[in-house]
């Protein structure tokens, strides 16, 4: 199974802070996680500049009303969810993205909350997990899928190097410049034809990995087949379907790691007493008979 996991400001969405700050002119509110990797000290960054200039939470959400979606970002995602599940993993709020949710018809979405005032004040913010995205990517890897994460900025970038496929997007020419080793896309299309070529590795692996067991596993069972058709025939004892219990006993006193072998025990020896065992072995239908 395999999963996509993808930010949302500056990838699906325009930066929020920036677009608040073009419209409140406050240019401080336009530092954000491409320039500040420590997520806790921009945060509280911010509150500190919302409080000194009387802004709370319905001011922002005023300008997130009139903020769309990146030119493409929905087509992109109705494309990717066709072929994969999608989850966007984002240190925004609740209040934030929700209405831009809508507009990118609802995909999962895994984020943070605001604590508000009466006064509509932002008073603090709650994080769901300590480093969410990492976090989340780890979850959903101990659960059985395989990432494929995407990002612009600092905070993404421990998800994007823990998933089986990782990419940047959008990002700024310094952390591309940082991380020579993760591909950098600038359009959709590119990112949709990495996601999907990313999937389609995956699922051939997974089918030459399942080719390669069930090879594995008839080279053994005829491999052990032979061996107890060899003992029976020694030993003039019909082979039977609980001697498949004693050939994995044989199997487990000829492996060279054995440590009956270690002990010193020989081959011959042992040779001899799985004959023993097997003529102490109850009667069931044989499926060879032969002297």
Not at 153 to 176: H, P, Q, R, V
């Amino acid at each position: 199974m395999n999963i996509v996991c993808l930010d949302m400001e500056g990838v699906l969405v325009p930066e929020i802070w920036i677009e608040f700050s073009k419209k409140t002119g406050i240019p401080e509110l336009t530092r954000t996680t491409r320039d500040e990797p420590d997520y806790d000290k921009l945060m509280h960054w911010r509150l500190g500049i919302l409080r000194e200039h009387g802004l709370g939470l319905k001011e922002i959400q005023d300008v997130i009303a009139q903020i769309d979606p990146l030119p493409g970002a929905k087509e992109f995602l109705d494309e990717l969810r066709k072929d994969t599940q999608v989850i966007i993993i984002s240190d925004t709020f609740t209040q934030f993205a929700m209405p831009l949710m809508k507009k990118l018809g609802y995909p999962a979405l895994f984020c943070n909350s605001l604590v508000v005032g009466e006064d509509g004040m932002i008073e603090d913010f709650k994080m769901r997990i300590e480093d969410s995205k990492l976090s989340t990517v780890r979850a959903l890897q101990s659960i059985g899928f395989e990432t494929i994460a995407s990002g612009d900025s600092y905070n993404d970038l421990a998800m994007i190097k823990a998933s089986k496929a990782g990419f940047l997007f959008k990002s700024t020419e310094k952390i591309i410049a940082d991380n020579p080793d993760i591909p950098a896309f600038e359009e959709f299309d590119e990112l949709l034809s990495a996601d999907c070529s990313a999937i389609k590795g995956f699922l051939q692996n997974r089918l030459q990995n399942s080719a390669n067991d069930s090879a594995k596993h008839m080279f053994s069972q005829n491999k052990y087949q032979n061996l107890l058709e060899i003992n029976a025939k020694k030993s003039g004892t019909p082979m039977c379907r609980s001697s498949y219990l004693h050939l994995i006993c044989y199997h487990f006193l000829m492996s060279s790691d054995s440590p009956v072998i270690s002990a010193g025990w020989g081959r011959p020896m042992i040779s001899r007493r799985v004959g023993a065992m097997s003529q102490s072995l109850p009667p069931s239908r044989s499926v060879y008979s032969g002297s």
